[in-house]
């Protein structure tokens, strides 16, 4: 037997970031103003980004350089280990080989800070004094309250309600990092309060708690906003797992056949996929990347794309991608962060011109897949990383099946030590599939015409 | 700055453990036979252990070899890192080095799977059926149920009361494992049912809590007895963690002149210190080894060194030991895994022979210090190490005062995701410092003989 974990000398950290506009046939249709509808420019973001970013946002630049400051962060938890599931393979036994990179060994327990700490650093370069963002499950506020007390800014976070009271212990993790937290749909914002006197038992939506951190953003000029993902300047960030990923499998003597990453606005994905299909955009190689979003907020496979918000109110900017409508309600599952209406932009285009796959997968099987994979592996997943494992354990059964000894690789996006009451959900039989009525999709869409903004 | 994580190979990993009674200058007095009061042979031992464990538990060889069956169970999680704490070192500016063994990456988030595995896989190997065991915080529970689903035996967790309604997420990745877990005392023991007729509000100790699993297993057969910490063969397994620290700290450079670990039982603060204690009884090395206890429970600041039982009710044999006495019942601190009465045969040995240290630590310093340390390294650790870290950040202050630049090692024995709920007391105002008045103390073991039996 080969060794189990690979571990990456920190010396051989990636020092840039892979910016996969570079190489894309089609390059992503521009944001578009919220009330002029005409193509935004730097100064329209600059009440809510730092100039950095913004520039990271709009560059065609292939490679970007990782500031110093930044990598020092990253080295706290980076490289993560990527790790052969050999337990997972035996319970399978299937001829596939199966890799994990494994994120859940960073400050918050998933991929989230790779962003993070970027975020905060360029912001803090800036004098930004305090940073508003949204969570659902918690991953992100939590890797962002980590990133903000590293250097020296305030954050406050408005978290999805329903998770708020589902996942006490990440709430008190965030408060440890010093930050403020507040459920979602508050009082403390005018998005809140429409919202609350239209529905006061409102549980919340990614959608909805964006809208609640930008209307704070905007109206403090010290103030900023960041997001988790979605953004091309977060999916850029992120790519240094996959970087890692591929020197890793490297070392093992391997090389994909398939690139498997749960996908809620896309950045977890975008992390583990983009430097992987450089090669097939660049060198001609054949790698499946397959994103795996929940049957319950099924953007790629059952949204459209067309120009949608990024929120609920209608703040942001206007977005090419597929959406399933920024209104639409997502059911109470226990990916929280897969519980997001759109898909990243750049994200969307690859699916749009066929270059990556998506595949949806309902709640109740991923957490078997999870539990499996906690048996066998020992780790317990986090609930979105769940669908990534029941989309590998699907491609290791057509393995068997073909007999062909496929490579698949796969991102571990962050451990479910905070999910734990989903898991006692799961094994008390109070979980639920949710199989959404092609009226409830069409409808929450209805009056949004293909590319056209609303 | 030279690199923060010191990863060893897995195929460099110690293919033995150290047993520390070959080379301790006083051999450990004979655990005592509760009825008779004479020296307990191997026989006495059988309805509780497998004959293997038994050995090990008499063993005098120094170098015992790990079966290929546990190293390979291992290499899930092990060689764990070795961390330099650059940032703790930057925020105290002391001219301390100081590094920490994360044990936290285990399956259960602890350094308990380092026995749990090898107690399973012995158990297995003689045709035991069902495991009972007693646990704390939960980690040692956590462990041992990951083991026994590995090994394919059934296992029953008795948990402290206390812990079992602080700590649901413990319960619950228990059950994810496989595992039955009761509150404890409980209905289903002579002994639980008679700790709940004198109080039925008792809140449970480990002490307790082994009476049952004990009484459990002895009625049955083919049910065995795990015990997580103070036995001989327990700290034995632990020793992979020092070796490992060894040689990590020669990658970097480096050698220790102060180790440090929290004390519970022992076999935490064995795991790390012993092999770096041989170097002290056989090379002639002069490093400080410190214990670090709770004040609530300060068996080796403040108890007395005589043969007391393991046990609350009596059922084990005595073991010559610092104890508290075997009814003391520690207040309900955090840091469940340290609220045990007695102290290993083999920690309890060194001490009274002036071969290691002792420090007792009041529990609310000991958040503010793991605050410190997870703001400043980006690991949020478990009560019981914050113990440790209390002390470290002490001899560091030393370091400053004195201007020396002492190497300082410690066991960072586990995360703390699943103790947010204590964090979030510490941050309420709501957790207490215990001075223990001294009545409290030798009132409880009133009437024991020095180094007799009671």
């Known amino acids: 037997m080969s060794i189990k974990k690979i571990f990456l000398d920190e010396r051989e950290m990636p020092s840039t970031w892979y910016n996969i506009v570079a190489d894309m046939p089609n390059k992503p249709l521009p944001p578009l103003h919220p009330g002029t ?57 299937t001829p596939a080989r199966i890799y994990y990179k494994y994120e859940g060994v960073s400050p918050s327990g998933s991929h989230k800070p790779n962003t993070a700490i970027a975020q905060a650093y360029y912001n803090s370069l800036e004098g930004v004094k305090k940073i508003t963002t949204e969570t659902g499950a918690g991953q992100w506020g939590t890797a962002l309250s980590y990133a903000c007390q590293l250097f020296g800014i305030e954050c406050e976070v408005y978290m999805v309600k329903v998770s708020y009271n589902q996942k006490p212990y990440r709430r008190h993790i965030m408060n440890l990092f010093g930050s403020q937290v507040f459920a979602s749909p508050s009082d403390r914002t005018h998005a809140g309060r429409t919202i609350l006197q239209r529905d006061p038992s409102n549980q919340g939506s990614l959608g909805i ?13 010290s103030t900023k906003y960041a997001l988790g993902s979605v953004l091309n300047h977060v999916l850029l960030h992120q790519t240094i797992i996959g970087q890692e990923a591929k020197k890793q499998l490297e070392m093992a003597g391997d090389y994909p056949d398939i690139v498997i990453a749960p996908l809620g606005g896309g950045s977890n994905f975008a992390g583990l996929a983009f430097p992987f299909l450089k090669d097939n955009l660049t060198e001609g190689k054949n790698i499946r990347c397959i994103a795996v979003e929940p049957a319950s907020c099924p953007k790629l496979t059952r949204g459209e794309f067309k120009y949608d918000f990024g929120d609920t109110m209608g703040l942001t900017p206007l977005l090419p991608m597929f959406t399933l409508g920024h209104d639409f309600m997502p059911p109470d599952i226990h990916a929280g962060g897969l519980r997001y209406h759109g898909a990243s932009v750049l994200c969307s285009q690859l699916l749009k011109d066929g270059l990556i796959e998506a595949q949806a997968k309902q709640q109740i099987p991923c957490f078997e897949a999870g539990v499996l994979f906690a048996k066998t592996e020992g780790i317990v997943p986090a609930p979105e990383a769940n669908h990534a494992i029941a989309q590998v354990i699907e491609e290791a059964h057509k393995a068997k099946e073909s007999g062909e000894s496929k490579t698949i690789l796969f991102n571990l996006c962050g451990h479910g030590h905070f999910d734990m009451t989903a898991y006692q959900d799961y094994f008390a039989g109070k979980l639920h599939n949710h199989e959404l009525a092609q009226e409830v999709i069409t409808g929450s869409i209805a009056g949004i015409q293909n590319l056209q903004p609303v």
């Open 209 to 221: 708690a964006i809208s609640e951190a930008v209307e704070m953003a905007a109206a403090d000029p």
């Open 37 to 93: 509808k005409q193509p935004v420019g730097p100064e329209d973001l600059l009440p809510l980004f730092p100039m950095a970013l913004i520039q990271q946002e709009v560059s065609m630049e292939r490679d970007i350089q990782i500031p110093e400051p930044v990598m020092d962060a990253y080295r706290v938890y980076r490289p993560t280990p990527l790790v052969r599931a050999y337990g997972l393979e035996k319970a399978l036994d």
